[in-house]
């Protein structure tokens, strides 16, 4: 079965790093910039327990912003990563790093699942323990660096305490 049809038939889908059609140096790149960025990011403790980086909301870039979403933007919207894999229909609205050290966690939750259309979890760091990403009744995964999670909505979804190590991974929506 094709990554598309297990996305339509089943709301997710996980392309380990072999499959990714980002280059090794798009994903130190990208590395970088989530290290850059980490200093202007804010914490999230009301259900979720992390730090994030918001680039891109609801279509428009934060301040100071738009060379770093058109340079992600350029990497993540390749022609082969969309035309390989997602087969989107809908427009990028959402993008930032996510950053998760020992004990930060996500909160089970839906992706304001009557606007996403699919939501994408690139990871970027390898170096961590825990944090694995949890499918309510479904399968736990442990993404790391250049792994590529695909979720279309509605699908509750978790990311367990992070132990040791911090993970990073880039989050996009597209609505």
């Known amino acids: 079965m094709s990554l598309k049809k297990a996305i339509q038939t089943s709301k997710y889908g996980f392309l380990p790093r072999r499959y990714v059609p980002i280059t090794d140096d798009e994903l130190d790149f990208l590395s970088e910039l989530a290290v850059e960025h980490k200093q202007r ?7 979720h327990h992390l730090h994030v980086r918001r680039l891109l909301d609801d279509g428009k870039a934060s301040w ?7 340079d992600v933007s350029s990497i993540i919207m390749a022609d082969d990563l969309r035309d390989r894999y997602l087969e989107l229909t809908g427009q990028l609205k ?6 998760m050290g020992p004990n930060d966690s996500i909160s089970p939750h839906i992706d304001l699942s009557g606007e996403v259309s699919l939501g994408c979890v ?6 961590y323990r825990g944090g694995h990403f949890h499918f309510t009744y479904g399968p736990m995964i442990r993404i790391g660096r250049g792994d590529l999670l695909l979720i279309k909505p509605p699908r509750e979804h978790r990311v367990y305490p992070v132990t040791s190590g911090e993970r990073i991974t880039l989050a996009y929506w597209f609505y």
Do not use: A, H, K
Request: some cysteine; proline content about 8%.
């Open 122 to 127: 690139l990871g970027l760091t390898n170096d």
């Open 41 to 47: 990011s804010i914490p999230i403790r009301f259900n």
């Open 64 to 70: 100071g912003c738009r060379p770093v979403v058109d």
């Open 94 to 99: 959402e993008i930032q790093f996510n950053y």
